[in-house]
């Protein structure tokens, strides 16, 4: 069992930044490190991936504006957020997958306001 803890959300003027962070209580070496949102009233939507392998995807939302990264040796897992915009506002959700185990962070609060 890995407990995942988010943290880093708050509330940030459009244009601003904001870096979420993702600790695990066990190894994230063999996972994939995921990132979802979700706004009210919406379904939890993909936000970013790395896989264990290197591999990295976004969605084509935040395509140039997010980053995602990882340090293995600490466990845990980023979102770096940049140039957000009102339709960012959601709980950003942190996920790790490795196999058939899914693991899911209780989310931390984005919101983008001015």
């Known amino acids: 069992q890995v407990q995942l803890v988010e943290s880093g959300g708050g509330l940030v003027q459009p244009g601003g930044s904001l870096s979420l962070s993702c600790a695990a209580s066990?190894?994230?070496?063999?996972?994939?490190m995921n990132w979802y949102r979700q706004a009210p009233g919406k379904e939890r939507e993909f936000v970013a991936r790395?896989?264990?392998?290197?591999?990295?995807k976004y969605a084509d939302s935040v395509k140039g504006r997010f980053t995602i990264s990882r340090e293995n040796a600490i466990n845990t897992a980023y979102l770096q957020m940049n140039s957000l915009r009102p339709e960012d506002t959601a709980v950003y959700y942190c996920?790790?997958?490795?196999?058939?185990?899914?693991?899911w962070g209780q989310g931390t609060q984005v919101t983008v306001s001015s």
């Open positions: 996920n790790a997958v490795v196999v058939v185990l899914n693991y």
């Open positions: 066990g190894s994230i070496s063999s996972m994939s």
């Open positions: 790395f896989t264990s392998g290197g591999i990295i």
